[in-house]
T-cell receptor, first 117, second 114 residues
């Protein structure tokens, strides 16, 4: 079974608008962390934002925020005021802190975002 | 810190040749990861180390693949013999053991096996 599901293979957004990239996860571990990474066309993987399962508030980092809905097991990334440089592949990932394989990050398949001028 | 360093950045080789990819993790990081990324299969974890000890190598595709971490500042991923289907981008990443432990990725090695 997929532990991380990103249902949107590709998304378009108009420059300066906000966009939400979906991520759902599946775990029985009560302690876990959720991560978002950006991979531009140049290929590097860039860490964007982190949400812990016990964090009371949604994480924010500049124009990035994480819409964390624990009961629904979703951790959607919201990018506000999109810029052309936001065009990239975005990966959602999870780490299970009480797992025997706790060092491991489980990645989704990714969503390609295209920002239109 | 310079971040995770990988070499070479690009490698083109012929089928049957041995390929060695190198990685220097961020100083002080306890975990080191090797990933492979292809269009077909996405991002796959091949193997990871904790304090230089391999913890999970279930993602290593075949016996042709081997990885070592002789010390805390160096790791290698070797493919012998290489095949065209090994063509991919290979990433190395490192993280701390404690805290949120986000992984920091190297720039990747683009491997082409002809």
């Amino acid at each position: 079974a997929q532990k991380i599901t990103q249902t949107q293979p590709g998304m378009f957004v108009q420059e300066k608008e906000a966009v939400t990239l979906d991520c759902t996860y599946d775990t029985s571990d009560p302690s876990y962390g959720l991560f978002w990474y950006k991979q531009p066309s140049s290929g590097e993987m860039i860490f964007l934002i982190y949400q812990g399962s016990y964090d009371q508030q949604n994480a924010t980092e500049g124009r990035y925020s994480l819409n964390f809905q624990k009961a629904r097991k979703s951790a959607n990334l919201v990018i506000s005021a999109s810029q052309l440089g936001d065009s990239a592949m975005y990966f959602c990932a999870m780490r299970e802190f009480l797992s025997s394989n706790t060092g491991k990050l489980i990645f989704g398949q990714g969503t390609t975002l295209q920002v239109k001028p | 810190d310079a971040g995770v360093i990988q070499s070479p950045r690009h490698e083109v080789t012929e089928m049957g040749q041995e390929v060695t990819l190198r990685c220097k993790p961020i100083s002080g990081h306890d975990y080191l990861f090797w990933y492979r990324q292809t269009m077909m299969r996405g991002l796959e974890l091949l193997i990871y180390f904790n304090n230089n000890v391999p913890i999970d190598d279930s993602g290593m595709p075949e016996d042709r693949f081997s990885a070592k971490m002789p010390n805390a500042s160096f790791s290698t991923l070797k493919i012998q013999p290489s095949e065209p289907r090994d063509s991919a981008v290979y990433f190395c990443a490192s993280s701390l053991r404690v805290g949120r432990a986000e992984q920091f990725f190297g720039p990747g090695t683009r491997l082409t096996v002809l």
